[in-house]
């Protein structure tokens, strides 16, 4: 497997792509399907070029490229990290054995089930954004969105090309489909429901980007850990990608905060909308959409599909070989809290494997933590009295265990007609959406940016903030 990547070939690649005429064909064949998909579902806003970040090669420095690119004209590729030549299965059944280098016949249909779905995201969350550029509060934000999704296609890109190599006629079937679905679509929408809500304005994107961007880290680390060898390749180096995505969510939620800090300071008030800020309150309605759409990616807690994935070796734990157990799980249990009828929570012991979701909802949730740490840290250091927090777990869930109660965010359970009467002060109204909305004014002059976000505290690849990140004339 080449480190560096061919940007000679039609499709970019470090697969050696030109020695499979058959593979090859199809993917060209493809191709003109994905330009046509991301001419009628991408960004929206036309731009001469923007500030991008390409991958040259997938070695641990000196991966990436940055300059200016008309984004029809990037150069989505086929990236797989390099081959372990001794690698081998880490956890389930077949654990110490080599990894494959082909589908095991058996695992068929669960392996293509799993690249279908991780696939459908990708494309779905440029659907989702596609209108933002009309809004952006500064070239810099401008520019991080336009990376975003270019990386959204090359992580559509990657699945595409595991279902054409290793999938036949199914797989190629499977490809076209991911072009055909569209997010928010009545007839045929996206695969998971988060994928298919609206993300219509900056809060909403660097909200998306922290929580539901964060799952989809989790969600590749355990497939990072395959044993079909090509899709744990394929996610080691999507998730190089994907750390910029998250750190726009995590430093755009940041810089939020910290121009609410200032006006609440400023104007000696937490009631900051009339001055052209975002109430922290409205701010915490966000987190609290956001955080339990997201949760619900994660699955039912207890998953007989999720136990045999991990047996057969199909999908890991996160960070899988720093486990200390077994790595198959047969004699160990785990914990379950449950809600129960009468309004209080139980727990149940059950075999740990069977709480796969659980267990990697369980480091997810831990990762979160992190930012609700560093905007409530800004809070602290302005002297303001308020702190965000993210919901109890059951809180507005529609998938798992809590989908038939009524949990508030401190984790009581009511009955619906407490939680209606709440419901207003827990989750984004129609009011608050539309004075959010109000405030989307887009700003595209060099150095300049919106009043109710604070300038970054970095510009990119050492670029200042005033550098003109895209060209719009």
């Not at 470090?14 to 993917?27: F, I, M």
């Not at 109890?392 to 038939?404: C, E, Y």
């Amino acid at each position: 497997m080449p480190e560096k990547i061919d940007y000679d070939a039609k499709i970019p690649n470090n697969v050696d792509l030109s020695s499979n005429r058959r593979l090859q064909r199809a993917l060209e064949g493809w191709q003109p399907r994905f330009m046509n998909w991301w001419a009628e579902m991408g960004p929206t806003l036309e731009t001469h070029g923007v500030y991008l970040r390409t991958a040259v090669s997938v070695g641990r420095e000196g991966w990436a490229h940055f300059d200016h690119v008309v984004p029809e004209e990037y150069r989505w590729g086929i990236f797989l990290a390099e081959r372990d030549a001794d690698r081998t299965i880490g956890f389930g059944e077949h654990k110490g054995e080599p990894v494959w280098q082909q589908v095991p016949g058996e695992y068929r249909a669960d392996l293509q089930r799993l690249i279908v779905i991780q696939g459908d995201t990708e494309p779905a969350s440029v659907e989702q954004q596609r209108l933002l550029g009309l809004t952006a509060p500064s070239l810099y934000d401008l520019r991080n969105l336009f990376q975003v999704n270019v990386e959204e296609g090359r992580h559509l890109w990657a699945m595409v090309y595991l279902l054409h190599a290793y999938f036949g006629r199914e797989g190629r079937e499977e490809a076209e489909a991911l072009l055909y679905r569209n997010s928010g679509s009545p007839d045929s929408p996206r695969i998971l429901g988060a994928f298919n809500e609206e993300t219509a304005d900056w809060l909403a994107f660097y909200m998306f980007t922290y929580f539901t961007d964060r799952d989809g880290k989790y969600q590749l680390g355990t497939l990072k850990e395959s044993a079909f060898d090509p899709l744990s390749r394929t996610c080691e180096f999507m998730l190089k990608e994907e750390a910029h995505h998250m750190f726009v969510g995590t430093t755009g939620v940041d810089r939020v905060v910290t121009r609410s800090a200032e006006l609440i300071r400023e104007h000696d008030t937490l009631d900051i909308a009339s001055h052209g800020g975002i109430p922290l309150d409205i701010i915490q309605k966000y987190i609290n959409f956001h955080y339990s759409v997201s949760l619900d990616l994660f699955g039912s807690e207890t998953s007989t599909n999720a136990a045999n994935y991990y047996t057969s070796g199909l999908k890991g734990r996160w960070l899988e070989n720093r486990r200390k157990d077994d790595h198959k799980l047969t004699d160990d249990s785990a914990l379950l809290e449950k809600p129960r009828d009468d309004g209080t929570w139980t727990q149940e012991e059950l075999q740990a494997i069977l709480l796969l979701n659980l267990d990697l909802r369980t480091e997810y949730i831990s990762d979160c933590r992190s930012g609700l740490k560093r905007w409530n840290k800004i809070l602290a250091d302005n002297d303001i009295d308020h702190r965000l927090y993210l919901p109890h777990p059951g809180f507005n869930r529609q998938v798992g265990i809590n989908a038939g109660y009524h949990v508030t965010p401190d984790g009581t359970i009511v009955d619906e007609q407490t939680w209606q009467a709440g419901r207003d002060k827990w989750l984004p109204t129609s009011e608050d959406l539309t004075f959010v909305r109000s405030l989307m004014k887009p700003v595209y002059e060099r150095g300049k940016i919106a009043s109710w976000v604070a300038p970054p505290t970095n510009g990119i690849n050492g670029k200042p903030f005033d550098y003109e990140y895209v060209y719009l004339t």
